[in-house]
C-alpha cells in the first residue's frame, strides 16, 4: 500500500449559492520517500488537494487514505492526533506564532505531544544547527529574514520526525538565492531521512527539483512525470 | 456625506459594535431603571410625610408652626375664605385642631396625637381612608369616633368598638378626660403614624380642649406638590401678619436636605458607571482607529484635512452615543413602567424604614423623574464625546506617508 | 513554554486594548472596594451610635416586651446588672424603664414617654448627652430632675430650671402626678429625639408606675460589634434560669436602624452589579477581538496538530492572566483607596446644616472607611470568576474554527 492515495475525489465549495469544483475525480498514489510537487496556475486545485492530503479538510466524495488512515472514517479528533504525529506543515507565509521566539515555534508541535522541555529543546537546537539558523532561537520572527522564517518553519514542521511535510508554495515570498538554498537544504532532508515531501507550486525551481511532478489544470491530474534519478 | 460615511464605518465591525452598544445600552437602562427605584423611595418617603399627614400646604400661626402653642389658635371659618376656596392651584383644604395627650385603656396608657378633623374635608389632604385595615373611616355623624394606628392598636390591645380614654390638659387649665369610640385602624407603614396617631372628630377636640369653634391649622393639598413653595408665597401676601402658609419643603427641611443629597448622589453615580462604559467605548474606538490607519492615510493623502478625520471619529463616538441612548432609554423606560404598574414587594425581607420625616415602604417601586432621564442621557453623550477624543486625535496626526505604508 | 505562557504573551499582543481593559476592571474593583468600605464604615459608625442612643450592642427583655411595648411588662434586674458587666467586652449595662405619660407646663401638654435611667453610667454611653455639662446631668435615682428634649422645651414653653408635671398610670390603675425639674437640655439635631425625650431618674420612674425594682429594658453597651455574638450566648446562659426574659440583638431591637442599612446596602449592591455587567461586557469584546483577529494563527495551531480543546484552554488562560492582574492592580488600588478613606475620610461638614441623621441615628460628618479584607478578597476574586465567564463565547468561538477556514482568514 502507497502512503498517499486518492481514489476518485472530488471536492466542490460552495461559494454563496454556486458550487465551485476545486477537484474532480482524482486518482493518485504517493509511495513514502517521495519527493513531489503538485504543479499548476493558481485556482488549479494545488491547495485543496494538499489539504486533503494533509487531513485538514474532507473530499466531498471520493475516499483519502493517508498512511493507512481512512480520513472519511475519522473524527476531527483523531485527524488532529494523527496530524500531530504523522504531518509537518510549511505555509507560503511562514505562519509563525509572533509572540513566541524562533526556539519556541520550533518546538511547538513537540510541546502539543507533551515531550518534556529539556529534551524537545535539545532536539530543536540540533535542527537549527543543522538548517544553518543557529544563533537565532532567542528571536522572535518579526527579527528574521524571510528565509529564516522559513527555516524556523521547516525546524517546526521536521521537529516531531513526520513522515509526510506538506509544504504550500514554500518559496513564493523568497528570493531565487534563498529559494535555491531551502529547496537543497529539503532535498537533502528527503534524501538523508527519507521524510516525504510534497509541495504545491508553479514555481519553476521547486519542479526543476522534484522527483515527481504532477501536473493539475481545471481540478483534474494532466500530467504526472517521475523524474528519473 | 460625513454622516452616512461615519454610519457605515460603525458597522464595518458588526460583533464590536453591538457588543460596545450593549455595554452603553446596559449601563444606561439599568440606571434609569435603578434612579426611577431610588426616586419611588423618596415619593414614598414624601407621600408618607405629606399625603398622610401635613399636606403639600399647612396653614397656622406663627406660634403655632414653631411650637405647637395650644392658644396659637384660629377661627374654623378661615377655610372658607375665598382666598382658600378659590385658589386654582389648591385642590383640598382640611381644618384641624389637635391635642397632645394621653389615651388608656385599661391599665395600658400611650402618649398620642389627636388630630380633630372633619372627615369629608380631612379626605381631600389625607389618604388614610384608603389604608384602613380594620373597622371603617371616621364617619360624618358619630361624635366620638376614633381612628387609630395599628402600631398603636397593637399596644393598647384594641379591636373596632372598642372604648379608649383621653387625658389631656384642656386650654382652661382644667385636665380634659373624654371617652371614644374606635371605628377603625390604619397602617401606613409609617411607625410614628402608626404608633401616635389619632384621628377624631374636630368637634369633639373642640370640646376637650374647650376651643370652640377653634382650629389650629389648615392643611391643603396641591395638584402639583412640586408647586407647592409657589403657591406658598403667593397666599403669603394676603396672610395677616402673625399667619403663614408653610410649603412641605419648609416643614420638613430634613426631606429637602436628603433629596437634595439625592441629586448629588445620583450624579456620582452616573460618573463612576459612565467611567467604566467610556473606558470600553475608548477600547472600541482606538481598534477601529489602527485597523484604519491606512485608509485614512489615503483619505488625507487625498487632501482630507486632519479637523475632517478628527471630526469623522468624533461623529461615529456621537452616533453611536445616540443609537445606545435611544434604546437605552427605550428599555430603561419599558422597565421602570413595569416596576411603576408591578413593583416588587419587600415586606417578607424587610420592614418600613423611617428617617428624615418620612417612611420607606418595603417595596421597590419605581416613578417617572425627568431627571432620572436627562442626567443618564446627557452624560452618556458626554462620555461618548470624550472617549472618542483620543481615537480621533490619534487619527488625524496620522503622517499620510507612513499611514499608507502600513499594513 | 507552556499554554499559560504562550496566553500571558498573547495578552500583550495589543497593549493598549489590554491596558484599557486593564484600568476598566482594576478601576471599577478599587471602586467598588472602596465604596464598600466607606459604606461598611459609615454603616459601623451608625450601628456604634444607633446602639448607645438606643437599646444597645444587645437588649434583655420581658418576653413579648418587644412586640407589644406594653408597659407591664418589667421585670426585675436583681444581679443581672452584675453579672452581664462582668461579662469580657462588656463596657457598660444600661438599666431603663419606659413610661408613657403626660407631661404638663402651665400652658401645654404633651404626650411622652419617659425613660428611667441610672444617670452615671447613662452619661457615659448615650451621645446624645455627649455634650451636656456634668452639672446638668439628673442627680441621682430618685431626684426630681430631668433631662428634656430642645423642642420639648419649646413647645411646653418652660425654661431649664422650671418645673413640670408628669402624670401616668400607676400599676393600680390609678394616674400619678409627679413634679419635676428641668435640668439639661438636649439638642441632637432629630426632630423625633429633640420633640420627646425626658430622661428621668430610675427611681423616680419607678415610684411614678409602681414598678418598685424592675426595668423594662437592660441595654448592653460591648467594646465593639463584632463580639456580639459570643456575648449573646454567655447573656444567654446567665438569664437561662429566667424563662419570663430574652436577649436579642440591635437588629431585633431597632429594625428601622437594621432596615435602613439593609435597604442602603441593596441599593449599592444593584449598583455594583451594574459596574460588573458593563466590566463583564469589556472583557467580552476585548477577547472576542483578540480572538477574531488571530483566526488565521489559530488555524495554523490546529493544522499543525492541536485540538480545539487547546484553543479554548489557552483563551480561558489568557482571560485568567487579565482577570488575575486586574484584580491585582485593582486591590492595590482598593487598598491605597481605603487607607487615605480610613485616614482622612469624606468630610460633609460644609454641606449638611448641623447633623446627618439616617435611619433614625445622626452620625458623625466625616464619613470614614473601614477595613473589610474578607470582603476586598471576595470582590476580587468575583471578578476573576467574571473575567472566565466572559471568556466563555469567545472561547467557544476559537474552539469551533477549522483549521482550512482559519488559515483562509485575512
Known amino acids: 500500500m502507497a502512503l498517499i492515495e486518492l481514489h476518485n475525489v472530488s471536492k466542490v465549495y460552495r461559494l454563496g449559492n454556486q458550487k465551485v469544483p476545486a477537484l474532480t475525480d482524482i486518482n493518485l498514489k504517493v509511495e513514502a520517500g517521495a519527493f513531489a510537487v503538485l504543479a499548476g496556475p493558481s485556482g488549479s486545485g494545488k491547495t485543496t488537494a494538499l489539504n486533503l492530503i494533509g487531513c485538514l479538510d474532507h473530499p466531498t466524495s471520493g475516499q483519502v487514505i493517508v498512511s493507512g488512515l481512512d480520513l472519511g472514517q475519522s473524527s476531527n479528533r483523531q485527524l488532529a492526533d494523527f496530524r500531530l504525529q504523522n504531518i509537518g506543515f510549511i505555509f507560503q507565509s511562514y505562519n509563525l506564532i509572533p509572540v513566541l521566539t524562533a526556539a519556541e515555534n520550533a518546538e511547538f508541535t513537540l510541546m502539543l505531544q507533551k515531550v518534556p522541555r529539556s529534551v524537545r529543546r535539545q532536539k530543536v537546537l540540533a535542527l537549527f544547527a543543522e538548517l544553518g539558523i543557529d544563533g537565532l532561537e532567542q528571536r522572535k520572527p518579526a527579527d528574521l529574514s524571510g528565509g529564516q522564517q522559513q527555516r524556523v518553519a521547516i525546524a517546526r514542521a521536521m521537529a516531531a520526525d513526520p513522515r509526510v511535510i506538506l509544504a504550500d508554495e514554500p518559496t513564493a515570498n523568497l528570493d531565487s538565492h534563498t529559494a535555491e538554498g531551502l529547496l537543497d537544504l529539503m532535498r537533502r532532508l528527503n534524501c538523508e531521512k527519507g521524510t516525504t515531501f510534497i509541495f504545491s507550486s508553479h514555481d519553476e525551481r521547486v519542479i526543476e527539483r522534484a522527483k515527481r511532478v504532477i501536473h493539475l489544470q481545471d481540478g483534474h491530474i494532466t500530467a504526472d512525470d517521475t523524474v528519473p534519478s | ?407 | 513554554m507552556d499554554l499559560l505562557y504562550l496566553a500571558w504573551r498573547n495578552l500583550w499582543r495589543n497593549r493598549r486594548r489590554t491596558i484599557i481593559t486593564l484600568t476598566a476592571i482594576a478601576f471599577s474593583i478599587m471602586l467598588v472596594q472602596a465604596l464598600h468600605n466607606l459604606s461598611y464604615g459609615v454603616y459601623a459608625g451608625m450601628v456604634d451610635s444607633g446602639v448607645r442612643a438606643g437599646s444597645g450592642h444587645l437588649a434583655v427583655y420581658h418576653d413579648n416586651y418587644l412586640a407589644t411595648r406594653d408597659e407591664s411588662l418589667t421585670f426585675q434586674d436583681r444581679d443581672l446588672i452584675d453579672k452581664i458587666a462582668a461579662i469580657d467586652g462588656v463596657t457598660e449595662v444600661l438599666p431603663r424603664l419606659y413610661i408613657p405619660a403626660l407631661a404638663q407646663s402651665s400652658r401645654e401638654s404633651r404626650g411622652v414617654v419617659l425613660i428611667g435611667v441610672d444617670p452615671t453610667s447613662e452619661r457615659r454611653i448615650n451621645p446624645f448627652l455627649k455634650d451636656l455639662p456634668a452639672e446638668a446631668m439628673v442627680r441621682s435615682t430618685d431626684s426630681r430632675d430631668a433631662v428634656i428634649g430642645s423642642r420639648l422645651l419649646k413647645e411646653l414653653q418652660i425654661n431649664p430650671g422650671q418645673k413640670f408635671v408628669v402624670t401616668a398610670q400607676h400599676r393600680d390603675g390609678t394616674l400619678h402626678s409627679e413634679l419635676l425639674r428641668v435640668r439639661g437640655v438636649v439638642h441632637s439635631g432629630m426632630k423625633d429625639i429633640d420633640g420627646s425625650l425626658i430622661l428621668i431618674g430610675r427611681q423616680r420612674a419607678t415610684v411614678l408606675a409602681g414598678t418598685a425594682g424592675a426595668v423594662h429594658e437592660l441595654a448592653i453597651i460591648l467594646a465593639e460589634t463584632r463580639q456580639e455574638a459570643a456575648v449573646h450566648r454567655q447573656v444567654e446562659t446567665i438569664i437561662g434560669s429566667r424563662p419570663e426574659i430574652e436577649a436579642v440583638s440591635w437588629e431585633q431591637a431597632m429594625p428601622n436602624l437594621a432596615n435602613a442599612i439593609k435597604l442602603d446596602y441593596a441599593s449599592q449592591k444593584f449598583i455594583f452589579l451594574i459596574i460588573l455587567v458593563i466590566v463583564a461586557i469589556g472583557v467580552v469584546n476585548t477577547l472576542l477581538m483578540s480572538v477574531m483577529e488571530r483566526m488565521r494563527e489559530f488555524g495554523v495551531i490546529l493544522a499543525v496538530g492541536s485540538k480545539p480543546m487547546t484553543l479554548r484552554v489557552m483563551i480561558f488562560f489568557e482571560a485568567f492572566s487579565l482577570g488575575l492582574l486586574a484584580a491585582t492592580v485593582g486591590t492595590i488600588l482598593g487598598c491605597l483607596a481605603t487607607w487615605y478613606l480610613v485616614k482622612v475620610g469624606i468630610d460633609l461638614t460644609d454641606f449638611v446644616p448641623e447633623s446627618l441623621e439616617f435611619g433614625g441615628v445622626v452620625f458623625d460628618p466625616v464619613l470614614r472607611a473601614t477595613w473589610d479584607p474578607n470582603w476586598m478578597v471576595r470582590i476580587a476574586l468575583y471578578v476573576i470568576g467574571l473575567t472566565l465567564l466572559a471568556a466563555a463565547y469567545p472561547a467557544v468561538k476559537a474552539g469551533r474554527v477549522t483549521p482550512v477556514e482559519g488559515m483562509r482568514h485575512h
Open chain 2, 1 to 407: 456625506m460625513l454622516l452616512t460615511l461615519a454610519f457605515r464605518n460603525l458597522w464595518r465591525n458588526r460583533r464590536r459594535t453591538l457588543l460596545t452598544l450593549s455595554a452603553m445600552v446596559v449601563s444606561a437602562a439599568l440606571l434609569i431603571l435603578a434612579l426611577g427605584v431610588f426616586s419611588g423611595m423618596f415619593r414614598d418617603m414624601l407621600a408618607s410625610a405629606t399625603e398622610q399627614y401635613h399636606g403639600h400646604l399647612v396653614l397656622a400661626r406663627d406660634a403655632y408652626h414653631e411650637r405647637r402653642d395650644l392658644f396659637a389658635h384660629l377661627p374654623e371659618e378661615i377655610v372658607h375664605q375665598s382666598l382658600l376656596a378659590d385658589d386654582p392651584d389648591i385642590i383640598g383644604r382640611s381644618p384641624r385642631l389637635r391635642s397632645f395627650g394621653l389615651i388608656s385603656r385599661r391599665e395600658s396608657s400611650q402618649p398620642v396625637e389627636v388630630m380633630g378633623v372633619i372627615p369629608r374635608m380631612e379626605q381631600q389632604v389625607t389618604s388614610l381612608q384608603n389604608q384602613i385595615v380594620a373597622g371603617r373611616y371616621l364617619p360624618a355623624d358619630q361624635d366620638n369616633a376614633a381612628v387609630i394606628g395599628q402600631g398603636l392598636a397593637r399596644k393598647l390591645d384594641v379591636q373596632p368598638g372598642d372604648e379608649l380614654v383621653f387625658v389631656t390638659q384642656a386650654a382652661d387649665g382644667s385636665i380634659g378626660n373624654d371617652v371614644l369610640i374606635v371605628q377603625g385602624i390604619f397602617a401606613t407603614g409609617d411607625s410614628r403614624h402608626d404608633n401616635n396617631l389619632i384621628l377624631a372628630p374636630l368637634p369633639w377636640v373642640q370640646k376637650v380642649l374647650v376651643l370652640p369653634g377653634r382650629i389650629h391649622e389648615v392643611a391643603m393639598t396641591l395638584a402639583d406638590p412640586m408647586r407647592a413653595a409657589a403657591v406658598a408665597d403667593r397666599l403669603n401676601r394676603h396672610m395677616p401678619e402673625d399667619v403663614t402658609v408653610l410649603d412641605w419643603g419648609t416643614l420638613l427641611p430634613e426631606m429637602r436636605e436628603v433629596i437634595a443629597a439625592y441629586d448629588v448622589s445620583r450624579m456620582i453615580i452616573v460618573t463612576i458607571l459612565y467611567l467604566a462604559t467610556g473606558l470600553g467605548i475608548l477600547n472600541t474606538f482606538f481598534m477601529s482607529v489602527m485597523e484604519r490607519t491606512r485608509e485614512f492615510g489615503i483619505l488625507m493623502a487625498q487632501g482630507m484635512r486632519p479637523w475632517t478625520i478628527r471630526s469623522l471619529v468624533l461623529l461615529e463616538t456621537l452616533m453611536l452615543g445616540g443609537i445606545a441612548l435611544v434604546i437605552g432609554i427605550f428599555c430603561g423606560a419599558g422597565m421602570t413602567f413595569y416596576m411603576q404598574q408591578v413593583g416588587i414587594d419587600l415586606a417578607g425581607y424587610i420592614t418600613p424604614v423611617t428617617y428624615a420625616g418620612g417612611t420607606i415602604l418595603p417595596r421597590l417601586h419605581a416613578v417617572f423623574e425627568t431627571g432620572n432621564f436627562l442626567v443618564p442621557a446627557g452624560m452618556l453623550l458626554l462620555i461618548s464625546l470624550l472617549a472618542g477624543f483620543l481615537p480621533a486625535n490619534r487619527a488625524a496626526r496620522l503622517d499620510p506617508v507612513q499611514a499608507v505604508r502600513e499594513e
